[in-house]
């Protein structure tokens, strides 16, 4: 390692608390890899070594680093207006934007809250609709219904409302108590048993929980078609259609969040539209100014909205912001990235792309070790077991994730695991040759994690 390398590790390790990490993983010699640079799908470190984004940069990044359309519209807001309080004031690139989700999500979702980050957002969701249940006449529906293994993020009603208990069990005694009903997961049905069969049939718990505790509930919440930190595991839309329907039929609001399933990550721009259905609200966030900075919003419906739409001193106003709420250079981004998708026929691209991702990744569906190959779009992910014919995960003190993840790195290639689950979910520019790079490292990887 270069001293340029070694130095800054060394006054990061004096200083920096990283997100997700056990601190002393690095301290004991895990490797820290000081970017300094980033072009395209890739990476360089202080050294000159590059690296290739398989993840982009925990799922945010579409159109590459440092893209030059993105960089030019950051550059040119930056000149104008770089803030200003959205309480009160307005500017051009918010309801520009605004006006672009409005007319690119699913019919219904007409109004637009705007946050800085996805489990704020996810805040949003859930207090909004607590409090239309309120303004409405209706102050007993205060519960939430989610899925087994589902995750929104590390804020306390984000935490509440998801299931991985890596992140949540050290909170417990802070957090609200979900109503959790069996995920659709697929990665568990029967041989012989399609993804619509074994999502069709998880559903009738879903039902049985809005059957019982419908009165009480303001939403179901959901990861329509991926559950992400619960390792990729993932569903058919048919649940999606079932739950729309009985949402309405039990008078619960549904709320979506794809803030990793959006803009175009699961094949569609947003995972919903496979199903056909619109939410009450739609949390998105990470990709939505293609990996360039913080920014997150609320989709919702016109009837949510109304409902806190009255005199003040009625006191039915939703007082809740962010300092950045809106930020002018975020929407600016935004607006670049969107326009991308406009003009690049993206989607017709990834779905090039990820027959290419299937391709590199279908020999290791015969790995004596792999109990799954999924694929869901540009995601596609390969869950290490003992035993593929009885799917027997190996023990997770094992960390056999993290010895694949090593090897990725020597070979240039950033594969942060979750858990024993390798996953792709590279930037959208990502080219054929990087992808069969991907191919080989893993299955390399797979081969040493696995080695008993």
């Known amino acids: 390692m270069s001293d340029r390398n070694s130095e800054l590790i060394r006054r990061d390790l004096n200083v920096l608390f990283h997100p997700t990490t056990q601190m002393k993983d690095h301290h004991d010699g895990l490797p820290l890899i000081p970017v300094e640079e980033g072009r395209g799908a890739w ?93 409405t006449g209706h102050p007993e529906k205060t519960r939430y219904i989610n899925l087994s293994n589902s995750y929104h993020g590390d804020t306390i009603g984000a935490l509440s409302v998801g299931d991985v208990g890596v992140f949540k069990d050290a909170y417990e ?22 993804w619509a069969e074994h999502s069709e049939q998880m559903f009738v718990h879903m039902e049985a929980a809005l059957q019982e505790h419908g009165h009480e509930t303001a939403a179901v919440i959901l990861e329509p078609l991926v559950q992400g930190a619960g390792g990729m595991r993932m569903y058919d839309p048919v649940y999606l259609q079932r739950l729309r329907e009985a949402c309405d039929r039990h008078g619960v609001h549904l709320i979506a969040d794809e803030i990793a399933t959006g803009f175009g990550r699961t094949g569609t721009l947003f995972a919903c539209e496979q199903a056909g259905i619109a939410p009450d609200f739609m949390c998105v966030s990470k990709g939505i100014t293609g990996g360039y900075l913080p920014l997150a919003a609320v989709l919702l419906t016109e009837p949510v909205y109304q409902a806190f739409f009255d005199d003040f001193t009625r006191l039915t106003g939703f007082l809740h912001s962010h300092s950045y709420t809106g930020n002018p250079l975020a929407c600016a981004a935004a607006l670049a990235t969107l326009g991308i998708f406009d003009s690049d026929d993206v989607l ?71 858990g024993n689950v390798l996953y792709w979910m590279p930037p959208y520019v990502i080219e054929p040759d990087e992808i069969a790079l991907l191919g080989e490292v893993a299955a390399e990887a797979i081969d040493r994690a696995t080695r008993d």
């Open 43 to 135: 990476l360089k470190d202080r050294d000159g070594k590059w690296y290739l984004d398989a993840i982009s940069s925990w799922w945010v990044n579409l159109f590459g680093h440092c893209n030059p359309r993105i960089n030019e519209a950051v550059r040119g807001q930056l000149e104008r207006l770089e803030h200003v309080i959205l309480a009160g004031c307005s500017h051009e690139p918010a309801v520009q934007l605004a006006e672009r989700l409005v007319e690119l999500s699913p019919k219904g979702l007409e109004r637009v809250f705007f946050t800085d980050n996805g489990s704020s957002s996810i805040e949003v969701a859930l207090k909004m609709s607590h409090h239309y249940w309120r303004n």
């Open 348 to 418: 017709a691209r990834n779905r090039e792309t990820a027959q290419r991702m299937a391709e590199a990744a279908a020999p290791l569906a015969g790995h004596p070790h792999v109990g799954e190959v999924r694929q869901q779009g540009m995601i596609l992910a390969m869950e290490m077991v003992r035993d593929p014919g009885l799917k027997t995960p190996f023990p997770w003190q094992e960390r056999r994730g993290l010895i694949a993840y090593r090897h990725a790195l020597e070979r240039g290639v950033l594969m942060r695991p979750i």
């Open 173 to 194: 005694p802070l957090l609200m108590e979900p109503i959790t009903v069996p995920s659709p997961d697929c990665f568990h049905r029967e041989p012989g048993t399609s």
